[in-house]
């Protein structure tokens, strides 16, 4: 049975699954968006046209690739599975042949960075596997600064701890690091429903804006604030001075303007900044 055209729909996903006699990895959290109208949404939150370079993690069968190509931005699409490479290529190989798409076999974890990004700025919009999506979004903020915009489809779950203020019940540690380098809020939602198959949690959209001079820092900065973040989020029902414990005393706590007997889901990232300048500075001066 031969594919029948390039619209985003569940029949239209099916008929490439069963024309290259391909199904759903669960290893790999493949579920593949079948919504024409999820991807409008998606192409119009990222605010993306033909003066922008894109990258998308995981095009899986293209429904977003075919919607970021009919903008005129180039695209670079990263899909790790080999065997869905041909059946993405039916869907979308006609945006290579234009120049607009350039598709890589290969783990975004293990890419030649440089050579993909060159001298641009970048947005990533994506539907990133839920297995990978937070450590990729903050490794990927940390390594590379030229990725400036995102609007990323992550579970429910994880977007909620994203984007979480102080005092929240799902603040922790992906919500200060993210806010070390960037603004970021959800901006949608994402029923079970608009994926083949459908998964067992709802999805959210997240926007993530790089903050100007975010990597300007020096390098000791983000390293020690992180130690510092998961170290005492590791013990978080602890009072600071408890859980921190051989990286911070009560002294440095007061010193930057913290109670040593504050929890960590209390302190925003200012508190963090202020101690890890405290610790530094402090170390700075025994050596």
Same mark, same amino acid.
């Given at each position: 049975?031969?594919?029948?055209?390039?619209?985003?729909?569940?029949?239209?996903?099916?008929?490439?699954?069963?024309?290259?006699?391909?199904?759903?990895?669960?290893?790999?959290?493949?579920?593949?968006?079948?919504?024409?109208?999820?991807?409008d949404?998606?192409?119009?939150?990222?605010?993306?046209?033909?003066?922008?370079?894109?990258?998308?993690?995981?095009?899986?069968?293209?429904?977003?690739?075919?919607?970021?190509?009919?903008?005129?931005?180039?695209?670079?699409?990263?899909?790790?599975?080999?065997?869905?490479?041909?059946a993405?290529t039916?869907?979308?190989g006609?945006?290579?042949?234009?120049?607009?798409?350039?598709?890589?076999?290969?783990?975004?974890?293990?890419?030649?960075?440089?050579?993909?990004?060159?001298d641009?700025?970048?947005?990533?919009?994506?539907?990133?596997?839920?297995?990978?999506? $937070?450590?990729? +979004?903050l490794?990927? *903020?940390?390594?590379?600064?030229q990725?400036? %915009?995102? @609007?990323?489809? !992550?579970?429910? &779950?994880?977007?909620?701890?994203?984007?979480?203020?102080?005092?929240?019940r $799902?603040?922790? +540690?992906?919500?200060? *690091?993210?806010?070390?380098?960037?603004?970021? %809020?959800? @901006?949608?939602? !994402?029923?079970? &429903?608009?994926?083949?198959?459908?998964?067992?949690?709802?999805?959210?959209?997240?926007?993530?804006?790089?903050?100007?001079?975010?990597?300007?820092?020096?390098?000791?900065e983000?390293?020690?604030?992180?130690?510092?973040?998961?170290?005492?989020?590791?013990?978080?029902?602890?009072?600071?001075?408890?859980?921190?414990?051989?990286?911070?005393?009560?002294?440095?706590?007061?010193?930057?303007?913290?109670?040593?007997?504050?929890?960590?889901?209390?302190?925003?990232?200012?508190?963090?900044?202020?101690?890890?300048?405290?610790?530094?500075d402090?170390?700075?001066?025994?050596?």
């Amino acid at each position: 049975m031969a594919p029948s055209g390039r619209g985003v729909s569940r029949t239209r996903i099916r008929e490439l699954l069963e024309a290259h006699d391909l199904g759903p990895s669960r290893a790999l959290g493949q579920n593949f968006l079948c919504d024409q109208g999820m991807v409008d949404k998606i192409v119009r939150l990222a605010g993306v046209g033909t003066d922008d370079h894109v990258l998308e993690i995981g095009p899986g069968l293209g429904s977003l690739t075919e919607g970021l190509c009919a903008t005129g931005a180039r695209v670079v699409a990263v899909e790790i599975d080999r065997h869905l490479i041909p059946a993405l290529t039916d869907q979308v190989g006609h945006h290579e042949e234009s120049g607009r798409l350039t598709i890589i076999n290969a783990d975004v974890r293990e890419l030649d960075w440089p050579s993909v990004l060159g001298d641009h700025r970048w947005a990533v919009v994506a539907n990133l596997p839920y297995n990978i999506a $937070t450590p990729l +979004i903050l490794d990927l *903020l940390a390594e590379q600064p030229q990725l400036e %915009r995102w @609007v990323v489809m !992550v579970q429910r &779950e994880a977007g909620e701890r994203l984007v979480s203020d102080p005092g929240s019940r $799902t603040y922790g +540690i992906p919500s200060v *690091l993210l806010a070390y380098w960037a603004d970021a %809020r959800i @901006v949608g939602s !994402v029923p079970a &429903e608009l994926f083949l198959p459908k998964p067992n949690v709802e999805s959210v959209l997240v926007e993530i804006r790089r903050r100007p001079g975010a990597a300007d820092a020096p390098d000791y900065e983000f390293a020690l604030l992180s130690r510092l973040v998961r170290t005492a989020f590791g013990q978080r029902r602890k009072m600071l001075r408890k859980s921190l414990a051989g990286m911070a005393d009560g002294d440095q706590l007061e010193t930057a303007g913290i109670d040593p007997t504050r929890r960590p889901e209390e302190l925003g990232l200012e508190h963090w900044l202020r101690l890890t300048a405290t610790v530094a500075d402090e170390a700075s001066g025994r050596t």
